[in-house]
C-alpha cells in the first residue's frame, strides 16, 4: 500500500476549502485577498489572553519574526513557519522518491495536499505546545495549567486559520499565495513602522523618535549639539537611521534591478511552421524560495536549540548546538551567544565584522551555501528543473532552435541548473550585505518584499490583459 493511500480515511475529517465552482472574477478575488490580509493584519496585532504582563514570546531573532509574519505576543506568534516547515519536508520527501506521488493524477494531487496539511497541523499543535513548555510565555508555574493550555489553543486554532486562509488564496478565491502575502504585509508593515512612527523613545542619549524619518526633525530640532544631533540622524544605534533607510532602499533596487536579468533560448514550433518565440531563464530562477526555506531551517534551529538550552544546557552537544543569554533590559527574551544558533545569526553590526570575523565568514558562508542548495533543491522538487522544462516544451511541441529535439534536455541543462545555484549565491550575498548595513526590515525581508510584490505586480498586469483581451472580444 502507497503512503498516499493511508491518506484517504483522514481526507473526510480535515478541514477544506472548496475550489470555486464558477470562474471568479477579478474584483472579487481582490476582495477576497484584501480580506485575508486585513484580517492576517488584525490577528497580528490580538494579545495572546493569559500571558502575564511584561511576558512575551522570545523568539530569538526579530528579523525572523518579520521574515515569518510573526506578530510579537499575539495569536500570530507561530507565523508561517508550520506552514512552509511541512511544504519543505513534503516537497523533498516526494523529490527524494521517498513518498511515491503522480502529480499528473488528481486523486493523488489531492491525497498529496491533504498530507501537507496533516503534517501542518500537527507541527502547529507541536510547535504551540514548545513554546509554552519551554517558558517563552514565562515559568509553568506562574502560567498555571488554565492560562498554558487556554495559549495552546489560541495558538493552534489562528494556526489552522492560517492554513486555511492560504488555501482560499490558492483555491482560486484570492489572487498569488497566502504565505507570500502575509510575509509581504508583515514585512511593509514593520518597514513602515520603522520609518514613521512617531513613538518617543527614551535611549542612553535621550529621548528620541522611534521612526528615522521623524527622528531626523525632531534631533535637529531638539539637541543644542547640532553636529552630534547630525551624527545621530546618520549613525544611532539601537534605533533606524538614515543609514540603514539608504541601505534599504539600495538593496530594493538591486533587486528590481537583478529581477530583470534573464537568458532568452529561441525555440520554434513543430507543428505550426514559421512560429518561433523565447525561452526565458531568470537569474532569480526559483525566485524567493532559497531565503523562505533557509528561513524556516534557521527559525525551527532556533526553537529546538533554546527548548533544549532552558532544560539542560550542560550538555556539550546542547552548548554546541547554541547558548543563549537574556538580554539587559528585555525580560524574556534572549539571544545567541555561542554555538551553531549564533554563528548563523548576522553580525548585530558593520562592527562586528571586524570585532569577530570568524563569526561574519561563517555566517556568510552558511548562507551563500544554503541558500544554492535550497535553490537547486527547490528546482529539482518543484518540476521546473531542466529535464521536467524539457518534457514540458515536447507536449507543446516545440524545439530549441538549431538543435535537435534529443538534445533539448542538455542545452536547458547548461543553464537553468546554474541559474539556480548562482542565482540563490546572488539573492544570499544582497541579504548579507543588507544585514551588514541595517537595512530596516533585515536583508532576508527586504527581498522577499520586493520579489512578492513582482509577482504581484505580474499577476496583477497579467489580470489586465486578460480583461482587455475578454472586453476586445
Not at 3 to 27: G, Q, T, Y
Not at 37 to 62: K, Q
Not at 273 to 284: A, S
Not at 383 to 407: C, I, N, P, Y
Amino acid at each position: 500500500m502507497r503512503f498516499l493511500h493511508l491518506m484517504r480515511p483522514i481526507m473526510c475529517v480535515l478541514p477544506e476549502v472548496s475550489a470555486p465552482d464558477r470562474k471568479v472574477n477579478f474584483k472579487e478575488r481582490m476582495g477576497w485577498t484584501l480580506g485575508m490580509m486585513i484580517l492576517f493584519v488584525w490577528a497580528s496585532n490580538t494579545r495572546l489572553y493569559g500571558v502575564p504582563s511584561g511576558l512575551a514570546s522570545s523568539m530569538p531573532s526579530d528579523i525572523m519574526r518579520i521574515v515569518l509574519a510573526s506578530g510579537h505576543g499575539t495569536v500570530m506568534d507561530l507565523g508561517i513557519t508550520p506552514i512552509i516547515t511541512s511544504s519543505m519536508a513534503m516537497q523533498l520527501l516526494a523529490g527524494a522518491h521517498i513518498i511515491d506521488v503522480n502529480q499528473s493524477m488528481k486523486e493523488d494531487r489531492a491525497l498529496f495536499g491533504g498530507a501537507q496539511k496533516l503534517f501542518g497541523i500537527l507541527l502547529t499543535l507541536a510547535e504551540a505546545v514548545a513554546f509554552v513548555v519551554s517558558g517563552m510565555y514565562g515559568p509553568l508555574s506562574a502560567l498555571g495549567a488554565g492560562n498554558a493550555i487556554l495559549i495552546v489553543c489560541q495558538l493552534f486554532l489562528m494556526g489552522v486559520m492560517l492554513i486555511l486562509m492560504d488555501q482560499v488564496l490558492q483555491k482560486g478565491w484570492g489572487i498569488g499565495s497566502g504565505v507570500s502575502l502575509f510575509m509581504c504585509a508583515n514585512i511593509c508593515s514593520t518597514v513602515w513602522w520603522k520609518t514613521f512612527s512617531w513613538v518617543s523613545v527614551t535611549t542612553a542619549r535621550g529621548v528620541e523618535k522611534e521612526g528615522a524619518f521623524f527622528a531626523i526633525f525632531h534631533l535637529l530640532l531638539t539637541r543644542p549639539d547640532k553636529l552630534r544631533a547630525l551624527k545621530d540622524v546618520f549613525f544611532r544605534t539601537g534605533l533606524p537611521n538614515l543609514v540603514n533607510l539608504a541601505a534599504t532602499a539600495a538593496v530594493a533596487m538591486a533587486v528590481i534591478y537583478f529581477q530583470k536579468w534573464r537568458i532568452e533560448l529561441p525555440v520554434k514550433s513543430q507543428k505550426y511552421r514559421g512560429q518561433e518565440g523565447r525561452f526565458p531563464i531568470k537569474l532569480f530562477y526559483t525566485s524567493n524560495m532559497p531565503l523562505i526555506l533557509q528561513s524556516a531551517l534557521v527559525a525551527n534551529l532556533y526553537m529546538i536549540s533554546q527548548l533544549v538550552n532552558d532544560r539542560s544546557s550542560s550538555s556539550i552537544l546542547i552548548r554546541l548546538l547554541g547558548q543563549w543569554e537574556e538580554m539587559d533590559g528585555y525580560p524574556g527574551k534572549s539571544v545567541p551567544v555561542g554555538g551553531i544558533a549564533y554563528y548563523i545569526t548576522p553580525p548585530a553590526t558593520l562592527s562586528n565584522v571586524f570585532t569577530d570575523p570568524f563569526h561574519s565568514i561563517f555566517y556568510l558562508t552558511f548562507v551563500l551555501m544554503s541558500c544554492a542548495i535550497f535553490s537547486k533543491a527547490w528546482m529539482e522538487v518543484s518540476g521546473s528543473a531542466s529535464l521536467d522544462v524539457a518534457r514540458q516544451l515536447r507536449e507543446q511541441q516545440m524545439v530549441m532552435k538549431g538543435h535537435r529535439d534529443t538534445a533539448l534536455h542538455h542545452v536547458l541543462d547548461r543553464y537553468i541548473p546554474p541559474a539556480a545555484a548562482f542565482g540563490g549565491m546572488c539573492i544570499g550575498a544582497l541579504t548579507v550585505a543588507a544585514d551588514l548595513f541595517g537595512a530596516v526590515g533585515s536583508g532576508t525581508g527586504i527581498i522577499m518584499a520586493v520579489t512578492i510584490i513582482h509577482q504581484y505586480t505580474e499577476i496583477f498586469m497579467q489580470e489586465q490583459k486578460e480583461l482587455m483581451g475578454a472586453s476586445a472580444f
